[in-house]
């Protein structure tokens, strides 16, 4: 449950990165970090572009960096050390893909990439959201459910002799924005909602930005449902 009256941080979101800005998820992540008043800048780290990424870079507010290889940001060297937030929506579905690859995608690229941001800064206020997923669990049964799990982990324990707080969002279903969505996954949220089941891609990003604000909040490693997720969203909606 969010604490009523927190100490927030209006600099704690000054500076956001994006990855998976393409996707589903991560375009309303980016939605909500553009559409956000206390965010002065937003990296897009990303191999293609968008319509959304487009008007945001047109904006100003938006810098995109085109990259290839996710197990290593040299490239990024010379920004990293500036980011607070960091929203990683980057990832694919486990079906039909081999087990190497989904470790690579779900496990190398996020530790790598924190690896390469706690050498450049480890002084607050710095946040890493991951979107893990409902399921997850570092000894479940299914290999996609393990390594997000172990990924869970390890981002912690890379955070732990930092200022770095590592959240991860076990959420269930994740609704596009409206700009994506289409009729099913309307009809879908219909069905899901009640049951807390269901939340936006951009309210997701709202929750992420509002937990970040929170600095004393949540510690690093909390791992955040669903339903939590709908009452940070709520809690940021209410105060903007």
């Known amino acids: 449950t969010p604490a009523q009256d927190p100490a927030r941080d209006a600099n704690a979101n000054a500076v956001v990165m994006v990855f998976g800005a393409t996707g589903s998820v991560g375009d309303g992540l980016l939605k909500a970090a553009v559409a956000d008043p206390n965010v002065q800048k937003v990296y897009v780290i990303t191999r293609s572009s968008s319509p959304r990424i487009e008007a945001g870079v047109a904006s100003g507010k938006v810098e995109v960096r085109f990259h290839q290889d996710f197990t290593d940001y040299t490239s990024l060297a010379d920004i990293l050390a500036e980011v607070n937030t960091v929203l990683w929506g980057l990832g694919t579905t486990s079906l039909g893909m081999d ?7 779900h496990v190398d690229f996020p530790i790598a990439f924190v690896n390469a941001w706690l050498s450049a800064r480890n002084t607050g206020p710095m946040s890493f959201h991951y979107v893990t997923g409902m399921g997850t669990d570092a000894n479940g049964d299914q290999h996609w ?3 997000k799990g172990r990924a869970e982990h390890e981002l912690a324990m890379l955070a732990e002799d930092s200022d770095l707080r590592t959240f991860s969002y076990r959420s269930a279903f994740v609704r596009p924005t409206t700009e994506q969505a289409n009729a099913f996954h309307y009809i879908l949220e219909t069905l899901l909602r009640p049951g807390k089941l269901v939340i936006s891609a ?18 690093n490693g909390t791992l955040i449902d669903n339903a939590d997720s709908i009452a940070y969203a709520d809690t940021y909606q209410s105060g903007q």
Do not use: H, V
């Not at 087990?99 to 995608?105: C, N, Q, S």
């Not at 309210?203 to 510690?219: H, K, P, Q, V, Y």
């Open 99 to 105: 087990d190497a690859t989904y470790t690579r995608i």
């Open 145 to 147: 459910a393990r390594e």
């Open 202 to 219: 951009s309210e997701l990003g709202s929750a992420m930005l509002e937990i970040s604000a929170r600095t004393n909040e949540l510690a």
